[in-house]
C-alpha cells in the first residue's frame, strides 16, 4: 500500500479519477465536518473509534467538487450509531505539512480511515458523492465479513457485478476462521467478504464442501475459484491473483471500472488493445488477445482490452490516434513503451511474443518535425532532439513546457526576446520541447516541473538554467555558459575534446 509509483503512475491514476468519477458540485454548505490542524489533529483522531480524514488543498478543483457531497455526508452520518466522524485538514497549509507527509499524502483529495483511535490506517477507496460516501462508510464500520445464512442473504449481500469472498467453514472457530477474518479486515476496503457453514447457498461452486475453504465468485473468466491454504499471506496472493480477470475489459459499461483502475493501478508491464467494438471484426482481436494473455498468465504482464468508444482519453494520453486503430500499446513499470499500430488479430500472437523475447525497439513518443520550423524559438520534438539539441554544434538552451503551464505561456515573450536578440549568431539556438508529447531522455534531463530550462554547450556540456526568468539573466547565462565559435569542432555528446 505503502509502495513508491512513479510520477507516471500518480497522473494515470489521477486522471483515472477524472474520466471514472465525474462528481456534481451543489452549493450547499453546512458545517458538519471538523477541521484539524496540526495542533489537534492527534488528540481528535485519538479520541474517535471511526473516523474519516480527507487531506485537500484549497486550489484542487477535485476537492471543490467533493466538499458539498463531503459536508451532505457527515450531516448524515452524524447521526449514525455508533458515530462515524468526518474531518478534513488544509494539507497545503505549510503547518500541516508534517501530517501529509506522515499519511503519504500524495495527490489531493486523499482521503483516509482512522480506526481504534488511529491505530490502524486505511485509504479510503469509495465513491465521491453524498450517498455513495454514506452507504460505503456504513458498511466499513461494519462487520468485515457477514454471515450468509439464507437465500435472502445472498441475494442482498453479493452483487454479481463484483468479486465476492466468501469463506465456508463446518463452524466459525478455529484459527481457518480466525485467519479468514484477519483477511476480511485486512482487505475490506476493496472486497466484500461473507461467511457461511452451508455451501449449497452459494450461487456457484461445489456444494458439499468438507473443510474449510475460501470461495472467491467473480463476474468474469473461471467465475468462482476454490482456495484452502489458510496462512493469511497466501490468502491474500490468492484473492489478489483471483481477482483480476485475464483481460480487463475497458467499454462504457460502468460495471468494469473497478477492474479498469486497478489494471492501471498495477506495477506489471501493462499491454493494452485498443479496438473500435462498433468496428468490424472486433472478436478477432478479443479472441486471440485472450489467447495471449491466457498463455502470459502470472508472467507480470497485465492485459486490458478497450473500446474506442471508452478509452478516447487513454488515446490522447499516450499521445495516439484514432486512425492508427487498431493499436497494441505496452507500457512498462520502468515506463519504456512499446507500440504496433494498424494491427491486425493475427499479429497479435508473434508481436508480443516478440516483445516477450526482447526483440523490439521501444517506442519514443514524439510529435512529427515540423516542416517550417522559422520562429526565434525553435521547435524540438523528440524524433529532432538528438540532431537539434544533443548532437549539435551549436549552444542551444531548450525549454522544457506544457501547453496548459501558465508560468510557461508567461515566458514565452521573454523566451521569444532572447531568441530575438541571438538570431544574428548561428551558433545560438533557443529552442523549446513540449515535454506532455515527446519523451526525452530523463537521466539527461531532469524535468520535475514546468517550464524547466537546460542549457547545452556547443561541446556537449548540459547544466540546468535556474536563474531568473528575466531576459538579461538568460542572456547572460548563455554568454557564460556558450562556447565560442572554433572552440569545438567535433560533433556528438561522447568526450568530444579527445576527437581532436
Ligand atoms: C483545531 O484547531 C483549529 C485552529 O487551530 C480550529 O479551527 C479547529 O476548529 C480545531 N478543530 C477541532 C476539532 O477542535
Ligand atoms: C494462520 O495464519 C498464520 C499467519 O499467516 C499462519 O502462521 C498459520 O499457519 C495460519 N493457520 C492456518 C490454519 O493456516
Ligand atoms: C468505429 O466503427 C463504426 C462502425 O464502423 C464507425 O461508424 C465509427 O466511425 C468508428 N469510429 C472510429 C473513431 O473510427
Ligand atoms: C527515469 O525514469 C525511469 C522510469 O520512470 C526511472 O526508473 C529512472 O529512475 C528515471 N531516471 C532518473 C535519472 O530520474
Redesign the pocket.
Given at each position: 500500500m505503502a509502495s513508491r509509483v512513479s510520477a507516471g503512475h500518480v497522473f494515470v491514476f489521477f486522471s483515472w479519477i477524472l474520466i471514472l468519477f465525474s462528481v456534481s458540485a451543489s452549493a450547499e454548505e453546512v458545517d458538519h465536518v471538523?477541521?484539524?490542524?496540526?495542533?489537534?489533529?492527534t488528540?481528535?483522531v485519538n479520541k474517535h473509534n471511526f473516523i474519516v480524514v480527507e487531506f485537500y488543498a484549497p486550489w484542487c478543483g477535485h476537492c471543490k467538487h467533493l466538499a458539498p457531497e463531503y459536508e451532505k455526508a457527515a450531516s448524515v452520518l452524524s447521526s449514525h450509531d455508533p458515530p462515524i466522524i468526518l474531518?478534513k485538514v488544509n494539507a497545503n497549509d505549510e503547518a500541516n505539512r508534517e501530517l501529509a507527509t506522515k499519511f503519504e499524502v500524495q495527490g489531493f483529495p486523499t482521503l483516509k480511515i482512522f480506526r481504534n483511535g488511529g491505530k490502524s490506517v486505511q485509504e479510503y477507496k469509495g465513491p465521491r458523492e453524498a450517498d455513495g460516501i454514506v452507504a460505503y462508510l456504513k458498511k466499513e464500520t461494519g462487520p468485515a465479513s457477514t454471515e450468509i445464512k439464507s437465500l435472502e442473504d445472498v441475494k442482498s449481500l453479493i452483487d454479481e457485478s463484483k468479486v465476492f469472498i466468501v469463506g465456508v467453514f463446518p463452524e466459525f472457530s478455529g484459527e481457518e476462521f480466525r485467519n479468514f477474518t484477519v483477511l476480511a479486515e485486512k482487505l475490506r476496503s476493496d472486497y466484500d467478504f461473507g461467511h457461511t457453514l452451508d455451501a449449497k447457498l452459494l450461487p456457484r461452486g461445489e456444494s458439499s464442501v468438507n473443510r474449510p475453504t475460501i470461495r472467491l465468485l467473480k463476474p468474469f473468466d473461471e467465475l468462482v475459484v476454490d482456495f484452502q491454504d489458510f496462512q493469511v499471506a497466501a490468502m491474500e496472493k490468492f484473492v489478489e491473483g483471483a481477482s483480476v480477470p485475464i483481460v480487463t475489459l475497458f467499454t462504457k459499461e460502468p460495471n468494469h471500472q473497478p477492474f479498469v483502475m486497478k489494471f492501471f493501478n498495477s506495477l506489471n508491464a501493462k499491454v493494452i488493445l485498443l479496438v473500435n467494438f462498433s468496428g468490424e471484426n472486433p472478436d478477432a482481436f478479443k479472441e486471440k488477445f485472450k489467447d495471449v494473455a491466457t498463455a502470459y498468465q502470472g508472467k507480470g504482464v497485465s492485459f486490458l482490452l478497450g473500446d474506442l468508444e471508452a478509452t478516447k482519453n487513454v488515446l490522447q494520453y499516450y499521445g495516439l490516434k484514432d486512425d492508427q486503430i487498431p493499436l497494441i500499446y505496452i507500457q512498462q513499470s520502468d515506463d519504456q513503451k512499446y507500440l504496433k499500430t494498424n494491427l491486425e488479430a493475427d499479429h497479435i500472437a508473434t508481436w508480443f511474443k516478440e516483445y516477450m523475447e526482447g526483440k523490439l525497439k521501444p517506442y519514443i513518443k514524439s510529435e512529427t518535425i515540423p516542416e517550417v520550423n522559422n520562429e526565434p524559438v525553435k521547435v524540438v520534438v523528440a524524433d529532432s532532439l538528438r540532431d537539434m539539441v544533443l548532437n549539435s554544434r551549436t549552444n542551444v538552451l531548450l525549454e522544457f513546457y506544457a501547453p496548459w503551464c501558465g508560468h510557461c505561456k508567461k515566458l514565452a515573450p521573454t523566451l521569444d526576446e532572447v531568441a530575438v536578440s541571438f538570431e544574428n549568431d548561428p551558433d545560438v539556438v533557443i529552442a523549446k520541447l513540449d515535454a506532455t508529447a515527446n519523451d526525452f531522455p530523463n537521466d539527461t534531463f531532469d524535468v520535475r516541473g514546468f517550464p524547466t530550462m537546460y542549457f547545452k554547450s556547443a561541446s556537449g556540456n548540459i547544466v540546468q538554467y535556474e536563474g531568473d526568468r528575466s531576459k538579461e539573466d538568460i542572456i547572460d547565462f548563455i554568454q557564460k555558459n556558450r562556447d565560442k565559435t572554433g572552440e569545438s569542432s567535433s560533433v556528438g555528446s561522447a568526450p568530444a575534446k579527445d576527437e581532436l
Open positions: 471538523l477541521t484539524l490542524d496540526q495542533s489537534n489533529f488528540e481528535t474531518a
